[in-house]
């Protein structure tokens, strides 16, 4: 692999970090208004699966294990009404760019 090509993926890795920690942070500060823990969907009630990606490992919700899941469905819509991604308890979650559908999971350190 050429030199470019390692730097642009460590480019890559290092964006989507500042980004996560972006993200998660606004997500902190912004207004608690609408966005009680009573209003989120119980995300005990998803089956989630072990995944390793380029920046470690995460959780990963598909819709075929999830596809009867009331929790799931109210988990995809939140997501899309949040950018596709936020922090809830603990976890950095989002709704996956391609078109499967699936979200992911990563507890924050």
């Not at 380029?54 to 109210?74: H, I, L, P, W, Y």
């Not at 596709?84 to 992911?104: A, C, N, P, Q």
Request: cysteine-free.
């Amino acid at each position: 692999m050429s030199s470019e090509v390692e730097f642009l993926i460590k480019l890559r890795d290092a964006a989507a970090m500042i980004l996560d920690a972006s993200e998660g942070r606004l997500e902190a500060l912004a207004p608690t208004q609408g966005k009680t823990s009573d209003s989120l969907p119980d995300m005990s009630m998803i089956a989630w699966k072990n995944a390793i990606g380029s920046r470690g490992g995460f959780e990963v919700a598909e819709v075929t294990s999830n596809k009867d899941s009331m929790s799931f469905k109210q988990l995809q819509q939140v997501l899309r009404e949040h950018n596709r991604g936020m922090t809830i308890s603990g976890y950095f979650v989002w709704l996956f760019s391609d078109s499967s559908g699936s979200i992911g999971r990563k507890r924050k350190a």
